[in-house]
């Protein structure tokens, strides 16, 4: 077996001619544009099974440098911070802590169902940990992080189940938020936005007519998306030295939401990118590069050796997810156009990751109009509430499987 390993630039291409794919392909595909499927996601697999091939049938490994891909991850959660106010923060308090408790309830229901279905199907309980909220909604990071503790329990491949398990769940995470998002815009008969109000992307923007997309606009973003980062990188550095695990894109969102409410008071002539075509543009173009490299990075033959008892927790942990999304979430979000937006969301963050639900949110607010609280209420949930929450939780699962 052999191994090419292309370099950032060729990836970063690659990248790139692979979102171009997804795009040419849901605009030929009918269905994929029905169901909302994000444009990076059917991209992306594509590549996946295109590699998967070339592994099997060529005898050769692609392997592809990512570290561009987390920085495009800090870009995409500046921007979200960059496009909040204050005053949908302070309107979105209620909803906002209600999505919090049903997040972390989900959370034990993740890991019970998890649990129940491993020990029904004859494996260790442990392993329903792993294929719960350790690799789902916890993602990649979480499962390699607690795999060590899974292997004390006796698992000697913990870390590649939690791989695996968290891999499948962003295949499917990316899939199911688009079609639950249909069936309840179709179900409930709900009103979204005419033609003309439609985004072009996932976050709002304003000002359309005076606010063109140019060169000066483009580089305005950057430099301050650069700032946000600096100020972010370095309050990341305290965090770390204080020893709490913190993802650098946390602080990095945090500083833009505190700047975004800051400056433009302070300085009202100053030209600041909040919900501006410019800013909604650097997002796109950030997550879409984003999913892209991640999904066409997957080595599906890991995935084919370890996929036996983890696609039935797996398909029990979608159907679970599902029930959730649209007989409680749905229902107590408000039952409305945002809370559908919102419920395709949470179905890529509680099977796959935060980027993946802003994903799906984009494809549904790009098709219908757009859906601005969506965007604010569950970055904030998932990336800066469900971390802490979550180690806890998988603690004492795990020392109950373990008594």
Not at 53 to 67: A, D, K, P, Q, R
Request: proline share 4%; aromatic share 10%.
């Amino acid at each position: 077996m052999s191994i090419f390993q292309a370099d950032s630039f060729l990836t970063i291409t690659l990248a790139i001619v692979v979102l171009f794919s997804g795009v040419h392909l849901n605009r030929r595909v009918g269905l994929l544009r029905k169901y909302n499927i994000p444009e990076p996601v059917t991209g992306g697999l594509l590549a996946a099974a295109v590699v998967g091939v070339i592994y099997f049938v060529g005898g050769i490994e692609v392997s592809f440098t990512l570290n561009a891909r987390d920085q495009l991850l800090v870009y995409f959660f500046t921007c979200i911070g960059l496009n909040a106010r204050c005053s949908d923060l302070i309107k979105s308090g209620r909803p906002l802590i209600i999505l919090l408790i049903l997040t972390l309830g989900f959370i034990v229901i993740q890991d019970v169902v998890g649990i129940l279905t491993a020990k029904s199907i004859g494996q260790h309980p442990a392993i329903g940990v792993l294929a719960g909220s350790m690799s789902l909604i916890g993602g990649h990071g979480t499962a390699i992080a607690w795999a060590p503790e899974v292997n004390k329990l006796g698992i000697e491949n913990a870390l590649e189940i939690g791989i695996a398990s968290a891999t499948l769940g962003l295949i499917v995470a990316s899939l199911i938020g688009g079609p639950i998002s249909k069936f309840l815009i179709s179900r409930n008969k709900l009103v979204f936005l005419q033609e003309a109000e439609k985004p072009l992307a996932g976050l709002a923007h304003e000002g359309e007519d005076e606010k063109e997309v140019n060169h000066f606009s483009l580089m305005q973003v950057i430099l301050v998306m650069h700032i946000c980062m600096i100020i972010g990188y370095v309050a990341h550095q305290q965090i770390l030295a204080m020893n709490f695990s913190l993802p650098l894109f946390v602080p990095c969102l945090l500083v833009g939401i505190f700047l975004t409410n800051t400056v433009p008071h302070l300085f009202p002539r100053l030209a600041w990118p909040t919900r501006t075509k410019a800013l909604a543009v650097v997002s796109d173009f950030s997550l879409g590069l984003f999913l892209a490299m991640t999904l066409m990075s997957m080595k599906l033959w890991e995935l084919a050796s370890l996929a036996g008892p983890l696609l039935v927790i797996l398909a029990v942990q979608t159907v679970v997810a599902f029930v959730f999304i649209v007989f409680v979430l749905f229902k107590l979000m408000g039952k409305d156009y945002e809370a559908a937006v919102l419920s395709a969301g949470f179905g890529g963050f509680a099977l796959g990751a935060t980027p993946v639900a802003i994903a799906n949110m984009t494809a549904v607010t790009k098709a219908h109009g757009s859906a601005p609280m969506a965007f604010i209420m569950l970055p904030l949930v998932g990336a800066f509430f469900v971390d802490v929450t979550n180690a806890f939780i998988i603690r004492f699962a795990l020392q109950w499987c373990g008594g």
